[in-house]
């Protein structure tokens, strides 16, 4: 179980020495994520990808809900009302129609969700737009105390945001 841990950097500069200090720490560079103003030069970082600066899983996860049961009701009412093959309900549409509304919920949700900024990074946007740059790693559970320790010790001018203990399992 990994937990996630923002930190806010001053600049590209300090984004670097701070990805070097991680990997260091024997971070995997697939665990580091970094996010920064649209123009700004990522060379050298890894940079956070669509599954993490947009809202596209959490918006998938609602629409397969919502299509799935919206697909269940439709189906049932088709069932019980407009049979096609004979007079009595045909319960198999239930589980036709609620499986094709999930796939379509998920589908068109998700193409929402891509261009929708993460509400888990709503908080850093300001701070973003102002320069600064986003580093998000995700490190086991048993060392969050020790890479928060490092980090601070070695890059004073970062600044701890936080530590989130329900970090998606995609992104």
């Known amino acids: 179980m990994r937990r996630r841990i923002y930190w806010l950097l001053p600049d590209l500069a300090s984004a670097r020495r701070t990805m070097d200090e991680l990997l260091l720490a024997r971070i995997e560079e697939r665990h580091i994520h970094f996010v920064a103003r649209r123009d700004a030069d990522m060379t050298g970082l890894h940079a956070a990808n669509v599954l993490q600066t947009t809202d596209l899983v959490r918006s998938a996860e609602a629409g397969l809900c919502i299509g799935a049961l919206t697909g269940g009701v439709l189906g049932a009412v088709m069932a019980v009302y407009f049979p096609i093959f004979g ?3 045909e319960w198999g549409l239930v589980a036709v129609l609620a499986i094709f509304g999930a796939i379509f919920g998920a589908w ?3 193409m929402i969700g891509a261009s929708t900024p993460s509400q888990r990074l709503k908080r850093f946007q300001t701070a973003i737009e102002n320069g600064q740059v986003l580093l998000m790693t995700d490190v086991p559970r048993s060392r969050v105390a020790e890479i928060e320790a490092r980090l601070q010790a070695a890059h004073p001018e970062a ?13």
């Open 108 to 110: 068109s949700s998700s």
């Open 159 to 171: 600044h701890l945001q936080g530590v989130e203990a329900n970090i998606p399992a995609f992104p």
């Open 87 to 89: 007079p009595g309900p």
